[in-house]
């Protein structure tokens, strides 16, 4: 016993090891281990400053939003040419977000850098919705922050250094108004500052008891034609901004400054200048509240003086890494959503990361939902199937590691329900009982199945981690699911990767059904010769209805499906409604009918279906070749008139289909009790604009 209690001791205290290049290539032509620059940030918890995280960025326009959260410091984006590599987004304060109401200024950034120790060489940072209002090309909040041979192109509020220390280097900045704004400490060295429309340079928001704020140092400003712009304004009481050794244009006021219409303000904040050149220097203009410094004053305004601060940082001494001249990549890890291409990896041994499309999946493994918040549609006559999620990581195994990268708590967090439209979640009743998920999806009371989201087996001699959220989609914009994504890459690449439930390819492949089937055979299905293609969609969470609970008799219901030319199957699978606890209209007694023209009808199988949710399999006695097909509901049980089922597909007998099939979009089953938070719908696209 003593012996366990050690080795799990042991287990516990195990961090994964990752042997791994600290240089990251990202080229939209494939040519580097990432297409997105977000990807390639997020595929590397952080670095440290012996080996910073160094992503060498190729040529192109990467439309993304950028995001280096806190614990990813000493992390470095370079370019080779600031011209041609661009991260860029265009998003403004005016844009309507989720709640109906305009997302504001601090939701806008096209980049965030939250880490502290960054540093950018060669790269532009853009916010491209134009002069629309607030839209901000970057933000920072980290310290010790280094931009060389960078340009900031925006507007209004182009660059925000909201909190820490930031370092400028021969760096590009445009706008119009308040474009360089924030409380941080920040150094421009040779910058050049360019004006678009009339407005304000500066509008710090500098602490009282921050000796400084903005110090342009060796700078140089330029504006377009007849636009007159103001050195800064305060933005709060304590505003300090420098200009030293300035190249001014005409496009500088004689004023300088604005005191934002508060002249309360002009006895608190400090600004001031040192030899300022060209048409926009007049001192002798200048405002009363501004100074004009000495050289023994400006001298003393050096970048250790300003940047220094306790740690006695110096941006001058962080360099980039040269990049490598080759990458190697990870060669033994495949991610994929094929289980053929999955297979013949693990047959040779390899590691795999597998996202199935959820089309592939059989039918008995479900559909997720987000959840009502509070209460749960289990109390209504119809509801979504989902409870809820549970995240096991139990301490001293491996498989606690798994989602390292990936913040969360053991339940249904907020950033899950990003990642729930579209997922299936794999039913693993057929699987080993020891199989444990890392991230669970609970089933509802009623049929109560052992479902994962996220799980590791032993296949063979190779190794299989399974997501069902799909993180094979690189291009995909959402955060959260590049997070995730990464997360699981980084744990499979890892020593903690050793999954310890052996299974059969046999067993695994028995998880899958082509619910898309009768799609990619282009059929078409009627009752009583109206359209009823809602059970050959292959979502079973919608459904056919038919019947009246207060009619005298129920009546047989023929549901007819036709293709195109004739078809090879050896069976048929029905699947009964799966959103009503009291199986309202489910199927007892049945038969199915071929013809060869719609007109003729014979019988090839009789049965009788128990009410369940289960799927139900129809096997013929022999593989048949036919156009027409028809299921009878003959009976039903107890009561009920009415006839209900959800999905029927054939079981395909004919030659492999060149078809892969795409990704289902699945229907939200809503509850018929209209007291309980349903939550939001999938956003509807916007009505086209007519002519």
Request: net charge neutral; hydrophobic share 35%; glycine share 8%.
């Amino acid at each position: 016993m003593k012996r366990l209690r050690v080795l799990a001791s042991v287990c516990i205290l195990l961090t994964c090891r990752l042997v791994a290049a600290q240089n990251i290539t990202v080229a939209q032509d494939g040519t580097g281990q990432f297409k997105s620059v977000q990807e390639a940030i997020m595929s590397v918890p952080a670095g440290s400053a012996a080996k910073p995280v160094v992503i060498h960025i190729r040529p192109g326009i990467y439309k993304e939003l950028i995001y280096i959260q806190h614990e990813k410091r000493f992390f470095r984006l370079v370019g080779e040419d600031a011209n041609k590599t661009v991260l860029t987004f265009d998003l403004n304060a005016n844009i309507i977000g989720k709640d109906n109401k305009p997302i504001t200024t601090f939701r806008t950034p096209s980049t965030v850098i939250d880490a502290d120790d960054f540093m950018a060489e060669n790269i532009t940072f853009e916010n491209s919705a134009g002069p629309v209002g607030q839209a901000l090309a970057i933000r920072v909040d980290g310290d010790r922050a280094v931009f060389r041979n960078c340009r900031f192109l925006g507007w209004q509020d182009t660059l925000f250094l909201n909190r820490g220390r930031q370092y400028f280097e021969d760096c590009y900045i445009q706008g119009h108004v308040d474009f360089i704004f924030g409380a941080a400490t920040a150094f421009f060295e040779r910058c050049h500052i360019h004006c678009l429309r009339n407005g304000y340079i500066a509008a710090a928001s500098t602490y009282d008891y921050y000796p400084y704020g903005f110090v342009f140092s060796n700078c140089k400003i330029t504006g377009e034609p007849d636009v007159k712009t103001y050195l800064g304004r305060p933005w709060r009481d304590f505003a300090n901004t420098i200009y030293l050794d300035t190249e001014m244009s005409d496009v500088v006021r004689p004023e300088g400054w604005q005191n934002w219409n508060l002249p309360a303000r002009e006895k608190t904040a400090r600004y001031a200048e040192f030899n300022s050149k060209g048409p926009g220097a007049n001192p002798k203009a200048r405002v009363a509240w501004s100074k004009q410094l000495n050289r023994a004053q400006a001298k003393k305004i050096t970048v250790r003086e300003v940047l220094g601060g306790s740690d006695k940082w110096d941006p001058r001494s962080v360099h980039i890494i040269a990049e490598p001249k080759s990458q190697t990549g990870d060669q033994d890890v495949l991610i994929t959503n094929s289980w053929q291409d999955a297979a013949a990896k693990l047959a040779a041994g390899g590691k795999v990361l597998l996202s199935p499309r959820n089309s592939d999946l059989n039918w008995i493994s479900p559909p997720l939902d987000t959840v009502p918040v509070y209460w749960n549609r289990q109390m209504g006559p119809a509801w979504g199937r989902m409870l809820g999620l549970w995240i096991n990581r139990p301490l001293g195994e491996f498989k606690s590691h798994t989602l390292d990268g990936f913040p969360t708590d053991q339940y249904f967090d907020w950033q899950w329900g990003q990642l729930m439209p579209g997922t299936r979640a794999v039913n693993l009743d057929r699987l080993p009982e020891a199989l444990d998920p890392v991230v669970w999806a609970i089933d509802d009371w009623n049929r109560n199945y052992k479902l994962g989201i996220i799980f590791e087996c032993a296949v063979g001699n190779g190794r299989l981690l399974v997501s069902t959220i799909d993180v094979t989609r690189t291009s995909d914009s959402n955060p959260v699911l590049s997070q995730l994504r990464n997360a699981l890459f980084y744990y499979v690449r890892s020593d903690c990767f050793q999954p310890n439930i052996p299974i059969t390819p046999a067993q695994f492949r028995s998880l899958f059904f082509d619910t898309r089937i009768m799609s990619k055979l282009h059929a078409t299905a009627s009752v009583g010769g109206e359209p009823a293609g809602q059970v050959i969609d292959g979502d079973p969470n919608t459904y056919l209805l038919v019947g009246d609970q207060k009619a005298p008799a129920r009546e047989q219901v023929e549901v007819v499906i036709t293709f195109p030319t004739a078809v090879e199957m050896s069976g048929l699978v029905v699947m009964p409604r799966q959103n009503h606890r009291e199986h309202e209209g489910d199927i007892r007694d049945y038969s199915v009918m071929v013809s060869d023209d719609g007109t003729l009808w014979s019988d090839i199988a009789r049965g009788e279906f128990p009410s369940s949710f289960e799927p139900h399999r129809v096997q013929f006695q022999r593989p048949i070749k036919t156009r027409y097909l028809k299921l009878v509901s003959l009976t039903g049980f107890g009561t009920d008139k009415t006839t209900s089922l959800s999905e029927i597909a054939i079981v395909y007998a004919g030659p492999k289909l060149n078809d892969k099939g795409q990704p289902i979009e699945y229907q939200r089953n809503r509850t018929a009790t209209s007291e309980i938070d349903e939550g939001p719908d999938k956003p509807k696209a916007p009505p086209k604009p007519k002519p």
